[in-house]
């Protein structure tokens, strides 16, 4: 926002003289200027905000926006990275992370919304067929340039963050499938065992099993060692 040189339009300097002359008309989102050939600049001032073009006045805010939102998205990326011990736990981390890749997205299209706005003002005059008396011809200047470049780049940036994230806020989900699924018999039914009707308390596990499968599982719980719960656990 405080470079120059944002258009640029030169008069002058076609030969056709034993005095060549010429002087470069630049102008930025706070002043315009002339720049003769023994390198004296005179500047104006814009005086104030109502008498600047509407889309000087476009151009800055949105960059102002862009900016702004750029320094909470700066704030909440540095909170968030695991080299620093403030953000809280490491879930907390990286949403903050992510809310800064939203804000640097929103501010890195704030700002490039303001350059494609001066850029096609710029274009207009550039291209148009009949321009008005006194009116001049501008170029795109190097800031123009430099900004779409750092527009680019923080999308870029944007991105990367979001890709270190996502996979730790979102993690793959995986699809287990369950064989026997419950039965469900009426109430009237319940409490019985659908093979033999009665039941019979187990010795080892003082629970009721089936008559017909009482066998089969005491052999099975005689055969199956007891693990302590840190066995089990683990």
């Known amino acids: ?37 023994k390198s004296i600049t005179s500047c104006k001032d814009y005086a104030v905000l109502w008498n600047v073009s509407y889309y000087v006045q476009a151009v800055r805010g949105l960059l102002m926006c862009g900016l702004t939102i750029g320094f909470f998205a700066v ?20 949403k903050l992370v992510f809310s800064g890749v939203v804000f640097h997205f929103v501010g ?16 207009r005059a550039t291209f148009a067929s009949n321009l008005p008396a006194g009116q001049l011809r501008y170029e795109l200047g190097p800031p123009i340039f430099m900004g779409l470049v750092g527009c680019f780049l923080i999308f ?5 963050y979001a890709v270190t994230v996502i996979s730790v806020i979102s993690p793959d989900r995986k699809v287990i499938q369950v064989y ?32 017909r499968a009482s066998s089969k599982i005491s052999r099975l719980s005689q055969a199956t060692p007891r693990l302590s719960e840190r066995d089990a656990f683990v």
């Open 75 to 94: 704030v909440c990326c540095f909170i968030g990275m695991e080299c620093t011990y403030i953000g809280g736990a490491e879930p907390t981390k990286d």
């Open 180 to 211: 026997g699924g419950p039965t469900y018999m009426p109430s009237a039914y319940r409490g019985t065992s659908m093979n033999t009707g009665y039941y019979e308390r187990s010795q080892l596990y003082g629970s009721y099993v089936s008559g």
């Open 108 to 123: 890195g299209v704030s700002s490039l919304a303001a350059y494609c706005l001066y850029i096609n003002r710029v274009a």
């Open 156 to 160: 870029f940036g944007a991105v990367l």
């Open 1 to 37: 926002m405080a470079m120059d040189y944002w258009r640029v339009s030169q008069v002058g300097g076609q030969g056709g003289s034993f005095i060549i002359k010429v002087s470069w008309y630049w102008s930025n989102l706070w002043k315009d200027c002339s720049t003769d050939s």
